[in-house]
């Protein structure tokens, strides 16, 4: 499951990145890697951003970066 399909409400931890290059660095930059939970506080009714909380900071991310991150 990815980000993208998470409800909003819900926390998960991240499995796994599945970007590369330039776009998984700017997820990692995010602070979003491997073991981090990330609640999930909004998702936009086209689904575009998707709001999150990881590690104390409120980040919005673009509907592509959110279906590169796998949690579980």
Do not use: C, H
Not at 13 to 31: A, E, F, N, S, Y
Not at 41 to 65: N, Q
Request: zero cysteines.
């Amino acid at each position: 499951m990815t980000l993208r399909e998470v409800a909003p409400g819900n926390k998960v931890k991240v499995q796994k990145l599945t970007g590369t290059g330039p776009v998984k660095r700017r997820i990692m930059d995010m602070g979003i890697t491997k073991g981090v939970e990330v609640f999930v506080r909004k998702v936009a009714p086209l689904g575009d951003p998707v709001e999150i909380t990881v590690r104390g900071y409120e980040l919005s991310l673009r509907k592509a970066d959110a279906e590169m991150i796998e949690v579980g």
